[in-house]
Antibody, heavy 117, light 111 residues
Framework: QVQLVQSGSELKKPGASVKVSCKAS????????VNWLRQAPGQGLEWMGW????????TYAQDFTGRFVFSLDTSVSTAYLHFSSLKTEDTAVYYC??????????WGQGTLVTVSS | QSVLTQPPSVSGAPGQRVTISCTGS?????????VHWYQQLPGTAPKLLIY???NRPSGVPDRFSGSKSGTSASLAITGLQAGDEADYYC???????????FGGGTKLTVL
């Protein structure tokens, strides 16, 4: 079946960097974009942007430029979210989800990133 | 401040019908972009519930339905069950922001 499986939880100190992976299976990876979303504790969903898995071109939402980088390894059907100069406010669950401009389906199970000194 | 506006909470008794509204503007829902709905059960990832305004993915019960009119959309849930307690999010696309846009989410409580 079509699914996205994300890497496990991370505990990082402020100023560090982290890389979250999202491995796709059950479909041809390069035919759908991968989106990244953030959900802070007790808050709603924020769309961070997407990466075109055919061209590798990323698109970042306004609030997620600079410290955030989307990348791919198509040989293993995996998308990555890398972000640096971590702040405590980056503590959140990060999701990947398959989709173009329309609906997002399926979603990965989420990766909790905790930033704490 | 979310681009799409949802009520923070709704509630209903088992068996009843509830609706959740999603209000946008001329740069998103009113521009003709489709509305999609997600259900997020406690401690889990969001799951697609309704796509393209009024379509149910395979496996979603017909108790869930969606509609869209003008700059707004609605999700209706009939025959409420305890297992429907969750957060519900609407989503569309905003042409001013060139971004996927979400509502702030609505918490459904089954009394």
């Amino acid at each position: 079946q079509v699914q996205l499986v994300q890497s496990g939880s991370e505990l990082k100190k402020p100023g560090a960097s982290v890389k979250v992976s999202c491995k796709a299976s059950g479909y041809t990876f390069t035919t759908y974009s991968v989106n990244w979303l953030r959900q802070a504790p007790g808050q709603g969903l924020e769309w961070m942007g997407w990466i075109n898995t055919n061209t590798g071109d990323p698109t970042y939402a306004q609030d997620f430029t600079g410290r955030f980088v989307f990348s791919l390894d198509t040989s293993v059907s995996t998308a990555y979210l890398h972000f640096s100069s971590l702040k405590t406010e980056d503590t959140a669950v990060y999701y990947c989800a398959r989709g173009e401009i329309n609906w997002l389906d399926p979603w990965g199970q989420g990766t909790l990133v905790t930033v704490s000194s | 401040q979310s681009v799409l506006t949802q009520p923070p909470s709704v509630s209903g008794a088992p068996g009843q019908r509830v609706t959740i509204s999603c209000t946008g503007s001329s740069s998103n829902i009113g521009a003709g972009y489709d509305v999609h709905w997600y259900q997020q059960l406690p401690g889990t990832a969001p799951k697609l519930l309704i796509y393209s305004n009024n379509n149910r993915p395979s496996g979603v019960p017909d108790r869930f339905s969606g509609s869209k009119s003008g700059t707004s959309a609605s999700l209706a849930i009939t025959g409420l069950q305890a297992g429907d307690e969750a957060d519900y999010y609407c989503q569309s696309y905003d042409s001013n922001l060139n971004a996927v846009a979400f509502g702030g989410g609505t918490k459904l409580t089954v009394l």
